[in-house]
């Protein structure tokens, strides 16, 4: 299968409101369309989160990530600019806008990442909406750094498992974490 096909099976995947497990810019993670709520539910009952955690969502630009929220402090621009291409860092801001209810933390925020690997940026551009990515593992148990360390009993809940990248055996990491407040003020999650 061609990398084109599988990203063209993903996403008609998730535009009938399915779950995808994809490689992305860090780990492997599940995925879905980041608008749908019943999407966005069956993520968590997969990954058995409580859904008063918040996941994070992957753009392909920093306009389209622009579009959900209501403001972007200029600092955010400059982590976009600066510290994305370099190292895959996502960001949390306040007033989030677009996206399914129950993806937004309680405090009206939401953790968004632009990302720079061709696969997961393909994706993300035909899709043309922002995608669920939290990484492909239950709940407290360790990231999946390749298709391998993948729980099978993960495996067998989604609906679409890509092909690209399976046989990839490099480590890979989760992505740094900052929350940028409104006023600009920076915090380091992880």
């Known amino acids: 299968m061609t990398q084109q096909e599988d990203i063209k099976n993903a996403i008609e995947c998730m535009r009938k409101g399915g779950v995808i497990?994809?490689?992305?810019?860090?780990?492997?993670?599940?995925?879905?369309d980041a608008t749908n709520p019943e999407a966005?539910?069956?993520?968590?009952?997969?990954?058995?989160?409580?859904?008063s955690k918040a996941?994070?969502?992957?753009?392909?630009?920093a306009d389209r990530m622009a579009r959900y929220f209501r403001n972007v402090p200029q600092v955010a621009w400059d982590f976009i600019d600066v510290a994305m291409p370099v190292k895959p860092t996502t960001i949390i801001l306040d007033d989030a806008t677009g996206v399914a209810n129950?993806?937004?933390?309680?405090?009206?925020?939401?953790?968004?990442?632009?990302?720079?690997?061709?696969?997961?940026?393909?994706?993300?551009?035909?899709?043309?909406?922002?995608?669920?990515?939290?990484?492909?593992?239950?709940?407290?148990?360790?990231?999946?750094?390749?298709?391998?360390?993948?729980?099978?009993?993960?495996l067998e809940q989604v609906d679409y498992v890509c092909w690209t990248r399976r046989q990839e055996h490099k480590?890979?990491?989760?992505?740094?974490?900052?929350?940028?407040?409104?006023?600009?003020?920076v915090t380091i999650i992880r």
């Open 21 to 32: 497990l994809y490689p992305t810019d860090t780990v492997w993670g599940l995925g879905c």
């Open 40 to 51: 966005v539910a069956k993520v968590y009952k997969i990954k058995q989160r409580d859904d």
């Open 55 to 61: 996941l994070i969502c992957l753009v392909d630009s």
């Open 102 to 154: 129950n993806l937004v933390a309680e405090d009206g925020s939401l953790a968004m990442r632009v990302t720079f690997e061709s696969f997961s940026k393909e994706l993300c551009y035909r899709f043309q909406k922002p995608i669920v990515s939290t990484s492909a593992n239950v709940s407290g148990e360790p990231a999946a750094q390749n298709y391998r360390d993948i729980d099978p009993t993960l």
């Open 171 to 185: 480590p890979h990491t989760p992505s740094s974490i900052v929350k940028i407040a409104k006023n600009g003020e």
